[in-house]
Nanobody, 116 residues
Framework: QVQLGESGGGLVQAGGSLRLSCAAS????????RGWYRQTQGKQRELVAS???????TYADFVKGRFTISRDNAKNTVYLQMNSLKPEDTAVYYC??????????WGQGTQVTVSS
């Protein structure tokens, strides 16, 4: 079993920055893929960024150049540094871990609100 604990959401003005953290515990492996997704009401959850084995990163087009995903394997923690935030970035952000077994695990979600 895997547990994910998120922190770092909140309210910020447009142009500001936030950093989200997601700590993993349980039966995890260094080769698990870690990522961040977001969801707004009435829409499907969408990928924001992910980091796979060997630190290969993937970013959604709408965050390229503004958001950075990173991981600290010693702490089993993944981060999402969000800069130049826009009101349209307002969403609930979810941490994801895709286990080597193929199972998906999710954090509880953290609200990010960007005011104009």
């Amino acid at each position: 079993q895997v547990q994910l604990g998120e922190s770092g959401g909140g309210l910020v003005q447009a142009g500001g920055s936030l950093r989200l953290s997601c700590a993993a515990s349980g039966n995890i492996f260094w080769s698990d893929t870690r990522g961040w997704y977001r969801q707004t009401q009435g829409k499907q959850r969408e990928l924001v960024a992910s980091m796979a084995n060997g630190d290969r990163t993937t970013y959604a087009d709408f965050v390229k150049g503004r958001f950075t995903i990173s991981r600290d394997n010693a702490k089993n923690t993944v981060y999402l540094q969000m800069n130049s935030l826009k009101p349209e970035d307002t969403a609930v952000y979810y941490c994801n871990l895709r286990h080597v077994s193929g199972a998906d695990y999710w954090g509880q979600g953290t609200q990010v609100t960007v005011s104009s």
